[in-house]
């Protein structure tokens, strides 16, 4: 069942482009809380008149927050979510945001926690057998890569089954790996607290409804941006397609063989549907959908040297792909607006994150490997980023981010890599902690 809404938001670093007259605010004020409410275990029809303040004040008001000057294009019309950001993945600046912190059911875009808590843990190589006890507790009706019971499966495998086709399935193996479901939630937990994540509270490692699992577009947005440095969540989020193990069977010699078979990323502006084209300059990060959630979506993309990201949630036009439809609108505004609008928030840095002199938050320097990474995703079995360059549009396929120098590395059949300086310290310098 789906609800209505819409969330807000502001920015650190860079100060926008000068704004030629008067600020227009297309918002209802509020009164701002400081922290956000408890979860509660569904959501209402309306965004709450006192929601979270992180990242700005703006960004805890109801409604849609954009300050509107001469030259700044107007936003979309049309859009229907509940919720939704556009930011800039580097600065951090909210370009504009509507409901920013309201805290509604994340369906499978969840997993973009659970990928930046438990990727640095397993060497991408590592095998693991298949007990039956690893996929006990999957919810009725979730989306399943195919893993079967007393198969063999990497690491490397597993994480592509949770990202292309966001396998619940994949999900409870690699949490069976970490010491249990329950110990992998409340790990996820404590990293959303470190990330400041602070409407999200996770129940089941994968999405799945539960009572009491929330997140916000704000939230959505922050933790993509944290897993976007590690270099192997780029690789699998920008992963189009690839081989998935099957299971062993006896062909007609009587020996035990195990063929592989093909998945398909399920994020439509990465791949394209029969209804919607590749969003040009697209690169991750991650869909979801449930009864309770309706559809979610974060992604991001680079045009032009902006890189932005965008989170929908819940769109309330019954359109088929209608959150992607407007998230490619909320991209088409926000490489308009880059540079010409004010801000209205910011994404935070980490808690533990480590500030420059001007307490901005420090970047991460060419060359380092931010990523807490575990072996990577590496270039095994199908086609592993997305393809071709980016350019004005709104079709054609997208472009993977990587953080090396700052140049266009040449990728098989004219894929672009671009490789960047991410904002966000966390994971490359952490103050010492007693």
């Known amino acids: ?63 849609t927050q954009v300050s509107l000057a001469a030259g700044v294009p107007v936003l979309p019309k049309d859009l229907s979510a509940r919720s939704w950001i556009v930011a800039d993945a580097e600065s951090g600046e909210v370009l504009a945001a509507h409901n920013a912190h309201w805290r509604l059911a994340p369906a499978s875009t969840l997993k973009m926690l ?59 193996v690699l949490s069976a790996m970490n010491g249990g479901v329950e110990n992998t939630v409340a790990e996820m937990n404590e990293h959303a607290e470190e990330l400041q994540a602070l409407d999200t509270h996770a129940v089941s490692p994968d999405g799945y409804d539960a009572p009491g699992q929330v997140s916000s577009a704000y939230d959505l947005t922050l933790i993509a941006r944290s897993g976007l440095q590690k270099k192997d969540f780029r690789e699998y989020c920008s992963t189009l397609t690839a081989k998935f193990p099957g299971e062993t069977k006896k062909n007609k010699k009587g020996k035990k063989v195990r063929t592989s078979f093909e998945i398909q990323n399920t994020n439509r502006l990465l791949t394209g549907d029969y209804d919607i084209s590749q969003y040009q300059g697209i690169a991750g990060v991650k869909n979801g959908n449930t009864t309770n959630a309706g559809a979610t979506f974060t992604g991001v ?95 054609g396929i997208g ?27 966390d994971l490359v310098r952490r103050r010492s902690r007693p």
């Open 1 to 63: 069942m789906k609800t209505t809404g819409r969330p807000t938001r502001r920015s650190l670093l860079v100060t926008s482009a000068v704004l030629l007259s008067c600020s227009l605010s297309l918002s209802v004020t509020a009164p701002a809380a400081s922290a956000a409410p408890k979860p509660s275990p569904s959501a209402s029809v309306t965004p709450p008149a006192n929601m979270s303040t992180v990242g700005g004040e703006r960004l805890g008001q109801p409604g």
């Open 114 to 172: 659970f990928a930046d808590t438990l990727l640095p843990k397993f060497p991408s190589t590592t095998e693991h057998k298949v007990l039956p006890s690893d996929l006990a507790g999957i919810g009725a009706g979730s989306s399943m890569v195919g893993i079967k019971e007393d198969e063999t499966y990497t690491v490397h495998d597993l994480w592509l089954g949770v990202f292309l086709r966001s396998g619940n399935d994949a999900v409870h």
């Open 301 to 395: 993309a680079e045009r032009d040297g902006k890189v932005l990201l965008v989170t929908v949630m819940n769109p309330q036009q019954g359109e088929h792909n209608e959150v992607y439809r407007e998230t490619a609108r909320l991209f088409d505004w926000g490489f308009k607006a880059a540079g010409k609008v004010e801000p209205v928030g910011e994404l935070v840095a980490p808690k533990g994150a480590e500030t420059g002199g001007d307490g901005a938050q420090a970047s991460a320097q060419p060359g380092a490997n931010p990523s807490g990474q575990a072996g990577g995703a590496g270039n095994a079995s199908g086609k592993p980023v997305a393809s071709a360059p980016a350019a004005s549009g709104s079709s």
């Open 399 to 425: 472009i993977a981010l990587a953080l090396t120098g700052g140049l266009l590395v040449l990728l098989a059949g004219g894929a672009f890599l671009v490789n960047r300086r991410w904002p966000l310290p």
